[in-house]
């Protein structure tokens, strides 16, 4: 049997399900995801809803629907302090206190933003027709009983961490676990000192590397500030630069379907981006956001500084983050104990101890997992922002991000909750053409990244098709010699059993059209995520190992080097127990891959450990741009495609 992936039993269960099914794609998907759905129920009891290893969104258990109100002159909660950043702090611990008579295993604590949770009507009345007392979801909970002898007291104490979301806070006590909530006390309100202050800023590298841009939250219009960024040289360069930032924000009737129409809403603010343009290559520039209020004064954000980006074919140290699916995970402990995103703060918190040694982060997808709980977005933005506040942070769009049925994406699934992609397109900058369609290319000194948006069709012949081949066809492989491809979902290859499930190594039609592509530009590495584990394949061509090399690749370039990066932080998925032959390192732990290209002719490649931000897999490629350059394969002649 050749190497590589034509496995009998593999053919024989893509043959059955259909993929050339005459309804189209679509419903073809609709099929291959429903058998593979009923196998992987049968083969895999742990697995959920339409995607590899996930767990439920917290915030999606509470059964706000069906919540009652029954306030207890026993019962009491209190918080303090009552003023939250009174030196400008945008991230506080406070403490909660609360008790009643009856204490029960299953009562909870909800924090609730804005604190007034009760008034005004539910948006959906046919859905919720008794008018509930909630229509909204908390931001946050955690069990009653996490405070030590609660049950025995009838009284706990509990530390919250608060972000500055915009409003205030209430906190309440509720019984009858998260299935039929009573709801028997609720703290008066607290609040940041200025709820709409400049938070959580966002770098992301411009449509060319002079120029950064920087996306940030607050709470004020343009109608009641004007939103700008003063930046300038650290070393010489003058008087500091004020930039205006243009705003945007979207309505409830944005979003697509529940929950983010209905309890998951949550008035997102105002998402501001300025642009830095013409920068010097490598010069270091510092930055505050502010807004100017009609009397002249400023509201100040923090101070920041980046280094700019290297021109194109640059030779200097350039250093790289990739990963995928990282979500986020509260520090106190709530929603679950952070059981959500079990990897999450790890990852978080390896790249802000190394924040030193890399350059520039892609997050390819997968990036919050707000399901449609919108404040869940304030918490992500505030988990990755001392990364994002100093190094451009890219992000793809993912499952999580852009599907619901009927809304123009590629995917027929409710992985979003609603958002359709309204919230990743609005929070986050990145510098495509048209920000409804996740495709663009950045280029780093020596690299070219060409991100690809795998919840839109990028078969021959559609738009994205042809960005692809674009971005891959227009590099001068002299100067930037690394060459990469990322999308969220694996259209590439990977060995986990969720894809096995469906007889495949990809998803459905992934590299169909696009492994030609990949091997005519000699695409050095091919990143995906979606698959929560990571997996490195040897360099490729139709599916063969070109070399039996497995660390330190040299001479012709002729085949693609292809990564699972999904480990950032959601649960973790399996592999198949039969390893392919093209599957040279599996790692089913959190991580994160880092490149460092040295120069033009050596790169170097590690696969790092969320837990403890160790080296766990490696390669170097050393070679000369003619060995790129030389005839292999269909670069030079039209070649049959082998079977
Ligand atoms: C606390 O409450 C939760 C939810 O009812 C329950 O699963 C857990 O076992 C309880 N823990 C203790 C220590 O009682
Ligand atoms: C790839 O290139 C190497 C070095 O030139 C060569 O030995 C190998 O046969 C090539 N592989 C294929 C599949 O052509
Ligand atoms: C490129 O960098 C590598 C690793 O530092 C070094 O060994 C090599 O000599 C450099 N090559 C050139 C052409 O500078
Ligand atoms: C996070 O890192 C700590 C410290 O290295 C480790 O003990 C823990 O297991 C890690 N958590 C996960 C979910 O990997
Ligand atoms: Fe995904």
């Known amino acids: 049997m050749a190497i590589g992936e034509s496995h009998p039993a593999f053919e024989e269960a893509v043959a059955g399900t259909g993929e050339r099914h005459p309804m189209g794609r679509r419903g073809a998907a609709a099929v291959v995801l429903a058998a593979a759905l009923v196998a992987a129920a049968l083969a895999l009891p742990a697995a959920a809803t339409g995607s590899p290893a996930e767990g439920l969104q917290p915030l999606s258990k509470i059964a706000l629907h069906k919540a009652t109100v029954d306030l207890h002159d026993s019962a009491y909660v209190r918080a303090t302090p009552a003023l939250l950043g009174e030196q400008g702090e945008d991230t506080e611990w406070v403490t909660v206190k609360y008790g009643w008579a009856t204490p029960s295993v299953d009562d909870w604590i909800a924090v609730f933003s804005p604190a007034d949770f009760i008034s005004g009507t539910c948006p959906n009345p046919s859905r919720y027709p008794d008018e509930p007392l909630l229509c909204t979801a908390p931001i946050k909970y955690q069990y009653a009983n996490y405070s030590a002898n609660y049950m025995y007291w009838g009284k706990g104490s509990i530390r919250f961490q608060l972000i500055n979301q915009r409003y205030d806070f209430s906190f309440a006590l509720f019984t009858g676990g998260l299935e039929k909530p009573k709801l028997v006390a609720v703290s008066t309100p607290i609040s940041f000192k200025n709820p709409k202050s400049p938070v959580y800023p966002r770098l992301a590298q411009g449509k060319s590397y002079e120029e950064m841009t920087v996306t940030w939250t607050s709470g004020y219009d343009i109608s009641e500030a004007y939103p700008f960024v003063e930046w300038g040289m650290v070393v010489g360069g003058g008087a500091p630069t004020r930039t205006a930032a243009g705003t945007l924000t979207f309505s409830r009737g944005s979003m697509c379907g529940e929950p983010a129409r209905t309890v998951g809403w949550r008035e997102p603010g105002f998402i501001h981006t300025a642009f830095m343009r013409d920068l010097w290559p490598n010069k270091e520039y510092y930055y505050k956001i502010g807004h100017e209020l009609s009397d002249g004064s400023v509201v100040w954000g923090k101070a920041y500084s980046f280094r700019a980006p290297p021109s194109p074919g640059q030779n200097s140290l350039q250093r790289i983050i990739v990963f995928g699916d990282m979500g986020k995970a509260e520090r106190d402990g709530s929603n679950e104990f952070a059981n959500y995103q079990p990897g999450s703060l790890n990852t978080t918190d ?294």
């Open 350 to 643: 390896r790249l802000i101890e190394d924040l030193d040694n890399y350059d520039i982060v892609f997050h390819i997808g997968d990036m919050a997992y707000a399901n449609g709980y919108i404040s869940q977005w304030d918490q992500f933005t505030a988990q990755v922002a001392p990364i994002s506040a100093k190094k451009p942070y890219m992000i793809a769009s993912g499952n999580h991000e852009r599907d619901w049925p009927n809304s123009g994406g590629f995917f027929d699934v409710e992985d979003s909750g609603g958002e359709c992609g309204v919230l990743a397109e609005t929070m986050y900058y990145y510098p495509a053409e048209n920000r409804a369609n996740f495709w663009y290319k950045v280029d780093y000194g020596m690299f070219r990244f060409c991100v690809a948006d795998s919840e839109h069709d990028w078969r021959e012949g559609t738009e994205q098709y042809k960005f692809i081949e674009q971005c891959l066809s227009t590099v001068d492989r002299k100067h930037q010699p690394w060459l990469v491809f990322a999308a969220h979902r694996v259209l590439g290859y990977s060995s986990d059993s969720w894809y096995a499930a469906q007889g495949t190594f990809e998803e459905p039609e992934g590299r169909e059209s696009l492994q030609k592509l990949w091997q005519k530009y000699r695409v050095d590495i091919a990143f995906f995520g979606h698959v929560h584990n990571y997996e490195r394949t040897c360099p490729l061509y139709q599916s063969q190992c070109v070399t039996g090399e497995r660390s330190r690749y040299s001479g012709t370039m002729n085949g693609t080097i292809f990564v699972v990066a999904g480990g950032g932080g959601s649960h973790l998925s399996s592999y198949t127990t039969a390893i392919p032959k093209w599957s040279i390192f599996r790692d089913h732990d959190y991580g994160f891959v880092k490149l460092t290209a040295f120069n033009q002719s050596s790169l170097l490649f590690e696969y790092k450990k969320s837990s403890d931000g160790r080296v766990y897999d490696s390669f170097t490629v050393d070679r000369d741009y003619r060995d790129v350059l030389s005839c292999v394969h269909d670069s030079c002649f039209p070649t049959t495609l082998a079977t």
